[in-house]
């Protein structure tokens, strides 16, 4: 069964920093490509971003909102997603979810529970 | 940008009726790279269809959808208890993979 448990979230001042953290199970990880996906709260989903697998380049695409302050990486020896959140701000408080794509087409075939960040002074 | 506009926005029903929801692209999608979720409360999303007709694992066949372009369809023929949820279309053919902002199936 594929399972994805995401970890890492919580509450964080303005500016500051956050690296969120996804488990990755039943699944070829290394051979996956990833995605995040953000949902504020009471809001709709949002796409903040996506890894290839290494052997197809690991090419990382993020959404314009998020350039420059969120990083995304893979650690395929550990089947695990991360996502770095630096700059934090108060509209990045969200439910932030781990997906995976089943086939090279971006459509999220399985999410993870997700992790809550809030932004809050 | 491709920008999904979902309509309606709430969808009052009871239990055995039809459920259409649409979703607009404001350009074509090509090869209908077109997905749809369902979220209940308080859970993750989870993925109902994508692309031209493919339900994943475990989704029933009330669940259909159709179109092409720039407008899609998706049908529950007959609704059920647990069809109550919010619905997502998703856009996979150009980055930013954008959703639309959600049709809510609610009980009548």
């Known amino acids: 069964e594929v399972q994805l448990m995401e970890s890492g979230g919580g509450l964080v001042k303005p500016g500051g920093s956050l690296r969120l953290s996804c488990a990755a199970s039943?699944?070829?990880?290394?051979?996956?490509?990833m995605s995040w996906v953000r949902q504020a709260p009471g809001k709709g989903l949002e796409w903040v971003g996506r890894?290839?697998?290494?052997?197809?380049?690991?090419?990382?695409e993020y959404a314009a909102p998020v350039k420059g302050r969120f990083t995304i990486s893979r650690d395929d020896s550990k089947s695990m997603l991360y996502l770095q959140i630096n700059s934090l701000k108060t509209e990045d408080t969200a439910v932030y979810y781990c997906c995976w794509h089943l086939t090279v087409r971006f459509y999220m075939e399985v999410w993870g529970k997700g992790t809550t960040v809030t932004v809050s002074s | 940008e491709i920008v999904l506009t979902q309509s309606p926005d709430t969808l009052y029903l009871s239990p055995g009726e039809r459920a259409t929801l649409s979703c607009r692209a404001s350009q074509s999608i090509s090869s209908g790279y077109l997905a749809w979720y369902q979220q209940k409360s308080g859970q993750a999303p989870r993925l109902l269809i994508s692309?031209?007709?493919s339900r994943a694992t475990g989704i029933p066949d009330r669940f259909s959808v159709s179109g092409s372009g720039t407008d899609f369809t998706l049908t529950i023929s007959r609704v059920e208890a647990e069809d109550f949820a919010v619905y997502y279309c998703?856009?996979?053919?150009?980055?930013?993979?954008?959703f639309g902002q959600g049709t809510k199936v609610e009980i009548k």
């Open positions: 039943g699944f070829p990880f290394s051979a996956a490509y």
């Open positions: 998703q856009q996979y053919d150009y980055s930013p993979y954008t």
């Open positions: 890894i290839k697998s290494k052997g197809d380049g690991g090419t990382i």
């Open positions: 692309g031209a007709s």
